[in-house]
Antibody, heavy 119, light 108 residues
C-alpha cells in the first residue's frame, strides 16, 4: 500500500527554524517526484516546489524560491521541507504529494503537517 | 504562470441532483494536462480526474471530466451525501503547476 506519512504538528516562534518530513512507503521512492503544497487557513492549495529523490533534482515555484528549502534522503525514503527563519505568515497546513513527473498530477498525498508560527 | 478560475465559488444542491463545476484557464492548458481533486474538511486532497477526463483508481463513474484548451468541467451525475466537499482543479501542462481557488459543493 502506498503511503506518505508526514511529521506531526509544530508550534514555533517567528525567526525560528523548522524542518518537516514526509516518509514514503509501499513504492519505489526514488522513481516518483515529491511535491510540497501549502494550504493557508481557510484557503486553497498552492504548489511550492518538487523534488526527485532519485537524484535530488529540485524545482521551486517563483513564489517560494528562497523562502524554503526542499530536500530528500533516499536512504530513508524521506523528503523534507525546511525554513531557516519562520514568519507568522508561514502558518498553514503543508502537504506532500507523489507525482510521476516533475509537471504532473498527484495520486497520493500525505496527511498534512500543521505549522503554527506565533509569538 | 497559468491562472485557473473556478466557478461557481459555492454550489448548493441536494443529494441525487447533478453537479457541474467549471475551471477556466488564463491560457491554453497543453495536452489537456488538467486534474481535479476533492477535499473534505480535515483531510488531504484526493485525486479524482487527470488528463482532463481520466478517472483515478477507485473513483466512482458518477464523476466525469471534460474540456480542452482553456475550459474544463467536472460533472457529478447524481450526488451522494459523501460528495459534498471542496473541489480544486490543477493544471500541470506548464511550470509551475497551479491550482484553482476551489468550488465548495454544499448540501441545499
Amino acid at each position: 500500500e502506498v503511503q506518505l506519512v508526514q511529521s506531526g504538528a509544530e508550534v514555533k516562534k517567528p525567526g525560528e527554524s523548522l524542518k518537516i518530513s514526509c516518509k514514503g512507503s509501499g513504492y519505489s521512492f526514488t522513481t516518483y517526484w515529491i511535491a510540497w503544497v501549502r494550504q493557508m487557513p481557510g484557503k486553497g492549495l498552492e504548489w511550492m516546489g518538487i523534488i526527485y529523490p532519485g537524484d535530488s533534482d529540485t524545482r521551486y515555484s517563483p513564489s517560494f524560491q528562497g523562502q524554503v528549502t526542499i530536500s530528500a534522503d533516499k536512504s530513508i525514503s524521506t523528503a523534507y521541507l525546511q525554513w531557516s527563519s519562520l514568519k507568522a505568515s508561514d502558518t498553514a497546513m503543508y502537504y506532500c504529494a507523489r507525482g510521476r513527473y516533475s509537471n504532473g498530477y498527484y495520486d497520493y498525498w500525505g496527511q498534512g503537517t500543521l505549522v503554527t508560527v506565533s509569538s | 504562470e497559468i491562472v485557473l478560475t473556478q466557478s461557481p465559488g459555492t454550489l448548493s444542491l441536494s443529494p441525487g441532483e447533478r453537479a457541474t463545476l467549471f475551471c477556466r484557464a488564463s491560457q491554453s492548458v497543453s495536452s489537456s494536462y488538467l486534474a481535479w481533486y476533492q477535499q473534505k474538511p480535515g483531510q488531504a486532497p484526493r485525486l479524482l480526474i487527470y488528463g482532463a477526463s481520466s478517472r483515478a483508481t477507485g473513483i466512482p463513474d458518477r464523476f466525469s471530466g471534460s474540456g480542452s484548451g482553456t475550459d474544463f468541467t467536472l460533472t457529478i451525475s447524481r450526488l451522494e451525501p459523501e460528495d459534498f466537499a471542496v473541489y480544486y482543479c490543477q493544471q500541470y501542462g506548464s511550470s509551475p503547476g497551479t491550482f484553482g481557488q476551489g468550488t465548495k459543493l454544499e448540501i441545499k
